[in-house]
């Protein structure tokens, strides 16, 4: 069965960081690409960021860039994004998603239950 | 603003047909990348539906059907029941000069009358 489960998030001042977490288990995790994905309060899906399974080719969204930084770890099954300059609009429940062998174009078949950032002073 | 655009609700009654649209532009859907669905139930994770614009991943009712013609696709939901009330996002891929991105719909809230 395959387990995705995030941890890591909590409540930060604007300006500080944070480093979540993502621990997979029930599928060969170094096959496949792994992505972030946030959803506000109240809102819509958003891709955040994605990483292909050798690290080599990675991904991020506009609102991130220059300031988030995804990796993984294969041998540990786990996935990462640290968060830095983080805003009030970084305020989300932060989804780790499976994709396809390839980063892009294909679907998320299997998704945590998310970790909440909370952005607040 | 999504660069996909979905209605932000739809209705129907028990055991109607309704059907979600997701509109993009000719750096994503038109340009001939596949749009995947999601159902996301209150309080829960969202949920694969669709994949490849047409597929169904195992064990989705045949219910649920997906199609995609030029810069959209759409979502076909028919007997509808109570326990399809939920939002839905598409997704696709966009290749614009700042890209690559993979990028979502607004979402679209089903309510089963």
């Known amino acids: 069965e395959v387990q995705l489960v995030e941890s890591g998030g909590g409540l930060v001042q604007p300006g500080r960081s944070l480093r979540l977490s993502c621990a997979a288990s029930?599928?060969?995790?170094?096959?496949?690409?792994m992505h972030w994905v946030r959803q506000a309060p109240g809102k819509g899906l958003e891709w955040v960021s994605g990483?292909?399974?050798?690290?080599?080719?990675?991904g991020y969204a506009d609102s991130v860039k220059g300031r988030f930084t995804i990796s993984r770890d294969n041998a540990k099954n786990s996935l990462y994004l640290q968060m830095n300059s983080l805003r009030a609009e970084d305020t989300a429940l932060y989804y780790c998603a499976k994709g396809g062998v390839q980063l892009w174009l294909t679907s998320f078949d299997y998704w945590g239950q998310g970790t909440l950032v909370t952005v607040s002073s | 603003q999504s660069v996909l655009t979905q209605p932000p609700s739809v209705s129907g009654a028990p055991g109607q047909r309704v059907t979600i649209s997701c509109t993009g532009s000719?750096?994503?859907?038109?340009?001939?990348?596949?749009v995947h669905w999601y159902q996301q139930l209150p309080g829960t994770a969202p949920k694969l539906l669709i994949y490849?614009?047409?597929n169904r991943p195992s064990g989705v009712p045949d219910r649920f059907s997906g199609s995609k013609s030029g810069t959209s696709a759409s979502l076909a939901i028919t007997g509808l029941q109570a326990e399809d009330e939920a939002d839905y996002y598409c997704q696709s891929y966009d290749s614009s000069l700042s890209g690559p991105y993979v990028v979502f719909g607004g979402g679209t809230k089903l309510t089963v009358l």
């Open positions: 029930g599928f060969t995790f170094d096959d496949y690409a």
């Open positions: 490849g614009n047409s």
């Open positions: 000719s750096s994503n859907i038109g340009a001939g990348y596949d």
């Open positions: 990483i292909s399974w050798n690290s080599g080719s990675i």
